[in-house]
Each structure stands twice: as C-alpha cells, then as structure tokens.
C-alpha cells in the first residue's frame, strides 16, 4: 500500500500546478480585452502602468476629464494640473492591493473654477505580462460629468446658452455649481456664492422665483429675478437645478411710476365722482383726450380731444352710444382692450396711432381705468389719454442711431465688409472653437498692388471706387456662412478661412485673383499689369492650446511679404515650418 503513496502525491501535485496556471490564466486578461470592456463604460477608466504610471488605455469619459492626447495607441497627458492629479493619488499604492478614496478638486479641462469630489479606485490587474492599475473615478453626483458646457457632442447648446444675456447656473442635487455661461461668470466674477440662489434642492421643490436687490460688475445696484427650477431624470429622480436671472431694474422703476400714476389718477377719479362740475371743467380745461363711458358703451362724459381721439364726427359724445359715432373696426378694437378693465378691473397702458379730422396722425398713450359711480354701481371706463408723437420720433431717431452706430461700429463704412475690429473679434473665436476641433484655420491677407500710384494719378475718389470693387469680388468669391472678409487696412484685406486646409486656401486665392481678372479694373500706372492686381499671403495652421492665435497672422504676413518680394501678381503660402512661392 505505501509503495502507492509517491504515484498519489505525484498526481495531486501536477492537478494542483494544472489548476492554479488555469486559474491564472483566467485572471490575466490581454489589452485588446481590458480596451473592449473599458470602452464601452460611460465613467471615466484608463489602464495605468504600475512601473511608471503611463497610460496605457483610457475611455472616451477619462480622455475627456484630464485633456489627454492620444496619437499612434500611446496617450499623453496634456495638463500639468491633471497629470499632478495622477501621480499624487498612486503615490504610495503597493500593488496588488486595490483601494478605494475619496478625493477632492477634480476638475474638467474647461472649467478650474468649481470644486468637485470623486471616488477614486484601482484595481491591480495582470495585462500583456506586466502589472497594471485599472484607474476609475465615480462621481458622487451624476452631474459632475453630464455638464452641458464639456461635451463636445453639446457645442451648439453651450454656444446658445453663453450668447443669452440672462445669468444661466446649473447646479448638481447637492447645490454645488456645475455650468454657468458666460453673462453669469461676468456678473458675478469673484463673488460666485452670491449668485447661487439656493445651495441645495432639498429647498425647493419644482419651481422658485425670488427678487433680490445686489450690485452688478459696475457697482450699481440693480434687482435681479431668478427662477430655479428642480431638473429630474427620466426616473423622477432630481439630479439638478437650473437657475435663470435677469435684471429687473427698470421693469421694477417703470412700475412703480406705473403705480404712482394710477394712484394719483384714481384720486383724480374720486374726486371727479363727488364733483361733477369739476370733472366737466377738466374736461375742457385739457388738451389731452379724457373721457368716460360705461360698460355698454353709452357715453357719460369726455372733451372734444377725446371725441377726435375716438373717431367721432363731433366734439359732444354725452348721452350717445359708441356704435352710433364711432367706426365699426374701432369700435371693436376698443372693446377687445376693454375686457380686462371691465371685468377684472385691471388698468390697462397701450400706445394708439390716431388719425385725425384734418388728416394728420398722432400717437397718443392711453391708460384705461375701471370706475364704479358709487350712486348707482354703473361700472366703466375711464380713458385719459397722452399725445407722445414728439416721443415715438425721437425714440425712432434714437432706434435708427443706435442701428446705425452698431453697423458702422462692425463694418468699414467704404467697403461694407467687415472692418478691423470685428475681424479680430472673428478670429479669437474661431481661434478657441478650433483648438477643440483640430481643424485647419486658414488666413489669406491681400494687398493691392502699387495702390498708392493709382491714387496718385486717378484720384481718391477712383480709389475708393476700386476698393469697393475688390471688396465686391471677395465677397462674390467667399459665400460660405462662417467664412468672413474684412478690411484689414488701407488697401489690405484679411480673408479667415475656418476649417479649410492649405491646398484649400490656395483654391480659394486662385479664384480671387481670377475674378479680379475678369473686374478688368485699369491700373496703367502698375508696374506688373496694365490692370488691377493683387498679391496674397496664405497661412495655414491646426491652433493648439497655449498658442497665440497672432501666429497666424504673422504667418499670412510673412507670406504676403514673400509674394510681394517675388514681384507681385501672385500667391504665396507658408506653414510653420517654410515659406513656399508659387
């Protein structure tokens, strides 16, 4: 029987060697699987090097976190701030123990400026042969990575949002702010807490208005309105809330001269039930329409400004009934706006264009009042109206000053294309939009060639003639929405290209420089062509954050300096790298 015992120790000792290599073989997973099962997750996970700490995978969500560059299967990270932020929490970690902590100040790349906390874990994992940290961040709240501004996929909606003037906050369920645009960073720059209306959605519950007076960025005080509404999930769970202001200033001004006025009138009104005799002796005295009828219609009192004001024939409208003086459509125009007054006694304020007897128009301001004869409970209304004609004009004037300011403040006011301010404005964001894109911006810069001996022997006049022209071929050149010509100085011009490479560009150079052939402006004074000509630089580049978006302008100038240095009459294009003569 013992001579059994050796064969038996043999057999369990290579079933136990045969187990643990299969069960081990189970446990060690290869990259192509980690990246399979890791992309599919919506929280942010990366495969992280126990040796050195460099990434060796990371999900769309993670990418997106800590600004990470991926080229060639090998990611970088981008941000010294998030490449910090690793290091920091594996420090220390003795693999193969897994952990889990909670950590503070994990911010997305675009916004620095709201602390969040985050579940950090790693699982220590065999993969490819080497040890490896599976590295996951799970949110406390669901809303510090479904913010509306990082998204890419959510340009369109986080460009509305910065564009609206009223002050925009989304805050997560526990009242910590996660999006703001950009009219509420402005308003309450270095003072956020005092925009957040309530700090966290257990106060509410639905909807909530509140009016609060402050001082906005110039220190003036002003009342600000905000309603902030509860956002729930699909599940009817809050995840949110959304907070909108606006200032109510004038609003609140405008009514509390509003309510003077109708408290001083409603004094007026009493005094005119106890005193007829006074209310008859306003009537005449006053130049502005003021008058009174009743629920049906039946005209108890009024002056001949207010007969005219009414449409009717003569000054004397006591005792008659609207439907017998006034005009049909009239008529039914002011018992429309006569509804409320009579029946919820409201006061009601609206501006009326009157024609009267001789033909001419006035615009008057009419405030409708219900009154109550307290003799015989007849119900009414009273009608005091004011001629604002002088006002309506000047606002007109006014509204036409400001158009007119905006557009030239926008546009060179000879060549009606974009001037130099509002082609910087376009620059800057494309610029930023491009950064996130990694698309190609292109700049073309355009100089008319020997333009000052064309002014010199044909005259300013004919200058300016010819500046619009070529301004009229660039525009008759450059048609898609967001590409954008400008005056870019004298008799230089700037042409932005956004998401146009290179060889692009050039095409789009080619033709304006074609076009101007066919113009067939004169230049006999020209020492390339007997007609008007161009030279043109063209720069191209795939704008990187921290870069200046003044390098490629310097680049379309050294370009265009290249083109005039060859003799004129052509194209030049560079790249960082080498400047290129065609």
């Known amino acids: ?128 042969g080497q040890r490896t940290w599976i590295v996951s961040l799970e949110p406390e709240s669901d ?42 960073d402005r308003f309450w720059e270095g003072r956020e807490k005092e925009g957040v209306l309530l700090h966290s959605h257990r106060e509410i519950e639905g909807r909530r208005t509140q009016q609060s007076w402050t001082t906005n960025p110039n220190g003036d005080s ?21 907070s909108i202001s606006h200032d109510v200033t004038n609003w609140h001004m405008m009514r509390q ?43 108890l009192g009024g002056n001949a400004a207010f007969a005219e004001a009414m449409g009717a024939t003569h000054d004397n409208l006591e005792g008659e009934h609207a439907v017998d003086v006034m005009d049909p459509e009239i008529l039914t125009q002011h018992q429309r706006i006569d509804v409320p007054v009579i029946e919820q006694g409201n006061t009601v304020k609206y501006e009326d264009l009157v024609m009267k007897r001789d033909g ?3 615009w008057y301001e009419l405030t409708k009042t219900q009154f109550c004869d307290p003799t015989d409970d007849t119900i009414g209304v009273l009608v005091i109206a004011r001629d604002v004609t002088e006002r309506k004009a000047t606002q007109q004037e006014l509204a036409d000053a400001i158009m007119e300011l905006e557009e030239l403040s926008f546009m060179d006011g000879l060549t009606k294309v974009a001037n ?17 894109e990694q698309e190609p911006l292109s700049l073309i810069l355009c100089d008319i060639d020997y333009f000052k001996p064309f002014n010199d022997n044909y005259g300013h006049q004919q200058g300016d003639t010819a500046l619009r022209r070529v301004a009229e071929v660039f525009q008759h050149v450059i048609r898609r929405p967001l590409d954008a010509v400008a005056r870019y100085g004298g008799e230089e ?12 560009a050039r095409v789009v150079a080619e ?70 003569t065609s």
């Open 1 to 128: 029987m013992s001579e059994w015992v050796p064969f038996a120790v043999l057999i369990l000792s290579v079933v136990f060697f045969v187990g643990s290599f299969l069960i081990s073989r189970r446990r060690v997973m290869s990259m192509k699987t980690w990246q399979a099962y890791l992309a599919n997750l919506h929280s942010p996970k990366a495969m992280v090097s126990e040796k050195d700490g460099s990434i060796l995978y990371a999900n769309r969500s993670f990418v997106r976190l800590f600004n990470i560059e991926q080229e060639n299967n090998a990611y970088r990270i981008q941000g010294e701030r998030e490449r910090q932020s690793i290091e920091a929490l594996l420090a220390n970690r003795c693999w193969p123990h897994p952990f889990i902590e909670v950590t503070p100040d994990f911010r997305s790349s675009s916004d620095t400026r709201v602390r969040r906390y985050a579940r950090f874990s790693a699982l220590p994992v065999w993969c490819n």
């Open 360 to 362: 001419s128009q006035v």
């Open 511 to 580: 033709n304006i420089a074609y076009e101007l052939s066919l113009a067939n402006i004169p230049h006999e004074f020209s020492k390339v062509s007997e007609r008007l000509t161009l030279s043109q630089g063209v720069a191209t580049l795939y704008p990187k954050a921290g870069q200046d978006y003044g390098d490629v302008v310097s680049m379309a100038d050294r370009a265009l300096y290249q083109a005039k240095n060859a003799g004129r009459d052509r194209i030049a294009s560079t790249t960082e790298a080498k400047v290129e």
């Open 257 to 299: 001269v509003m309510e003077q006025e109708i408290e001083a009138r409603q004094e007026v009104e009493q005094q005119l039930k106890k005193h007829s005799n006074v209310l008859a002796s306003i009537f005449k005295a006053s130049v502005d329409p003021i008058g009174i009828y009743n629920k049906d219609y039946e005209f």
């Open 222 to 242: 002003c009342l600000l309105e905000t309603s902030q509404t509860v956002l729930r999930d699909d599940h009817n769970r809050i995840y949110g809330t959304l």
């Open 420 to 436: 130099r301010r509002s082609f910087d404005e376009q620059l800057v964001k494309m610029w930023h939009s491009h950064i996130r």
């Open 143 to 184: 809303s510090i990575y479904s913010e509306p501004f990082v998204e890419n996929d959510n340009q369109i909606f986080r460009s509305v949002i910065n564009s609206l003037a009223e002050l925009v906050c989304f805050q997560d369920r526990d009242g910590k702010v996660v999006g703001s645009n950009l009219a509420f």
């Open 493 to 504: 011009f700037a042409i932005l290209l956004p998401n146009t490479s290179e060889e692009g």
